[in-house]
């Protein structure tokens, strides 16, 4: 049997993976690098979606991602993680604050994080809340272009 690979629907499959990952909240540097790859995996599927668009639709995608609130915040934290400077800057959002929550010894549970992005305009939103609302606007995007 052949199968025809669509880079789309494989792109979105490894955000959903990495979407899983972040899901433990745990404070530990191999969980924020797992945040910001969600970030980037999850910017990256613009790319994806683009090149399995006939050139005649491709613009369209750009304006219409362009047009969602958390595909422009997950913009800003992929752009950042990515280069030392963010020259364009959608909201200029920008993961600021790590709240850690630890625990005493009479609880073998490991300690947890919660990450705030915060906008220029002082708005602030909770990383996973971003994350889901961005997942959903992709899935709603590659729903409309039969991705």
């Excluded at 304006?63 to 993680?81: G, M, P, Q, T």
């Excluded at 606007?137 to 590659?142: H, V």
Aim: hydrophobic share 35%.
């Amino acid at each position: 049997m052949e199968i025809k690979m669509n880079k789309a629907r494989l792109q979105m499959e490894k955000v959903l993976r990495s979407f899983a990952r972040i899901q433990s909240n745990s404070a530990d540097d191999q969980a924020y690098d797992d945040l910001m790859h969600f970030f980037e995996d999850c910017w990256h599927l613009k790319d994806y979606a683009k090149v399995c668009l006939p050139p005649t639709q491709q613009k369209q995608l750009e304006e219409e991602v362009e047009k969602c609130k958390h595909l422009k915040i997950v913009a800003d934290i992929a752009n950042r993680s990515k280069h030392a400077e963010l020259k364009r800057k959608r909201g200029d959002a920008d993961i600021t604050h790590k709240y850690i929550r630890t625990y005493d010894g009479a609880n073998p549970s490991p300690a947890t994080a919660k990450y705030t992005i915060t906008l220029q305009d002082g708005s602030s939103y909770d990383v996973h809340d971003v994350a889901r609302e961005a997942i959903a606007e992709w899935q709603t995007i590659i729903t409309k272009y039969k991705l």
